[in-house]
């Protein structure tokens, strides 16, 4: 089958539906290529937060923020349930040292405009009474809100549907080439696209889709393994991560890992009750390449430091364990933009452990881009040049 469309998007997470759906809503006709089912990759993996303090301040701080906004109308825009809660968020602290160390990240995230401060046990323990009591202090944003990644995909989908996209699932792209203005992109079972433009979403495996056009973007799968308890009534008033959480997201040198074992599985430890009563319990940043299972020992490392923060985690089941590759970019950064030298093509990815969070706000930004509408120079810092200038 040959269509001719406006644009091609090329991966069926929640960066290539939510681009597509902007794309649409801008009028353009959207054809999107997945090589699985939808959501086939991190975006059916992963927690559920819109976790703006753990944004690294700068640009990606300041786009989450956006983000936050649109989600709070996204359930309206797309007539759909998106299970979208606003529960605020803390950063539970063990000692002096990590205090020091959240108390400079809280400052550089409250110059940015978040609202999140350091509360003392006394809060901390009104907020969690099943918190470990050996916590000296905690962050408290009441900004911090999540989302139903599978609701929010299938949100995006059907919208989607309705406004005309052609969706083909089981559909590697496997080919791209250029005649003229034009492009074509070459699928499975026969189907290419015939395109003005074309926007990679491929995730962790966008570096496979450069690869095909001999583009280098630099995107790797960083693996995170979670643990899925049974529905329990909340056990505290908000979400929880640890300081070594953040650590393990932006940098590792700031705090050593308490063992060898934790530092190879790149160990923080994240607690989010998901809007049906489950808890979510994470998670892992490991280097091993595209192999999605969960093991033994990681999740157990998980599960040991869920009894030490909050011991009451003793008496809940396990339902689940799932594994999923964060596409993870060397700055931490997503990569949004067009591809110098390549007209037409553009990209929505790396957006390592923010994209569920990121995805309105990039969506919106590529479809305009695509367009040409809007004005993008703030976001210019996350152009892929920025590596070939290193
Ligand atoms: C353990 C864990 C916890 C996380 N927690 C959070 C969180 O709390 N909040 C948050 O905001 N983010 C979180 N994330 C990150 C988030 O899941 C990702 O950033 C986001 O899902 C990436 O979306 P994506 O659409 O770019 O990639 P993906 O969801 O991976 O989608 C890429 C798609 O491209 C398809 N594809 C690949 N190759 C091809 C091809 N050749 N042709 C066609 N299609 C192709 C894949 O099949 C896949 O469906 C977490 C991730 C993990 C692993």
Redesign the pocket.
């Known amino acids: 089958m040959n269509l001719k469309k406006d644009v091609c998007v ?9 681009t597509a759906y902007y794309l649409l809503k801008s009028g353009k006709t959207v054809a999107l ?19 703006l303090q ?1 944004k690294k301040p700068g640009i990606v701080l300041t786009l989450a923020m956006e983000s936050l906004e649109m989600f709070k109308g996204l359930s309206d825009e797309l007539g759909a349930d998106i299970g979208f809660l606003t529960l605020g968020g803390m950063i539970i602290i063990e000692d002096e040292k990590q205090l020091k160390i959240m108390e400079d990240f809280v400052k550089k995230q409250v110059s940015y405009g978040l609202d999140v401060e350091i509360v003392g046990r006394d809060v901390l323990f009104k907020k969690q009474p099943h918190v470990a009591r050996y916590m000296i202090a905690s962050t408290y944003s009441p900004t911090d809100s ?1 989302v139903n ?1 599978m609701l929010l995909m299938r949100a995006f989908l059907r919208r989607g549907i309705d406004m005309g996209m052609d969706l083909f699932r089981y ?4 080919e791209i080439s250029k005649s003229g203005d034009h492009w074509k992109v070459m ?2 079972n026969d189907v290419s696209v015939e395109c003005d433009s074309i926007v990679i ?6 570096g ?2 450069g690869q ?1 056009l001999g583009i280098d973007i630099p995107i790797r799968p ?5 643990a899925i308890t049974e529905q329990i009534a909340p056990i505290g008033e908000t979400n929880c991560w640890t300081a070594a959480y953040i650590a393990s997201k932006h940098d590792p040198s700031i705090l050593p890992y308490k063992s060898e074992f934790d530092r190879e599985i790149g160990l923080g430890f ?1 607690f ?1 009750r998901a809007s049906e009563g489950n808890y ?1 319990i ?3 940043r490991e280097n091993a390449g595209f192999d999605k299972t969960t093991n033994f020992k990681a999740i157990s490392r998980i599960l040991e430091q869920t009894r030490q923060y909050f011991p009451i985690m003793n008496k809940v089941n396990i339902i689940r364990t ?6 993870g970019t060397k700055d931490g950064s ?1 990569i949004i933009g067009d591809i110098d030298g390549y007209p037409g093509l553009f990209i ?12 309105p706000v990039t969506g919106k930004i590529v479809a305009e881009m695509v367009c040409g509408t809007g004005e993008h120079k703030r976001v210019e810092e996350l152009n892929l040049r920025r590596f070939s200038n290193n």
């Open positions: 090329i991966g069926g997470g929640v960066m290539g539906l939510a290529l997945e090589k699985g089912e939808v959501g086939n990759g991190a975006s059916s993996s992963c927690d559920d937060m819109i976790l753990s999540q990644p559909t590697p792209v496997e699928g499975g979403a491929a995730g962790a495996w966008s496979q889709i095909l960083i693996k995170g393994q979670i994240s989010s979510l994470g998670s892992t799932i594994a999923g590759f964060r596409p997503p929505a990815a790396g957006h390592e452990g923010d994209g569920i969070a990121l995805s």
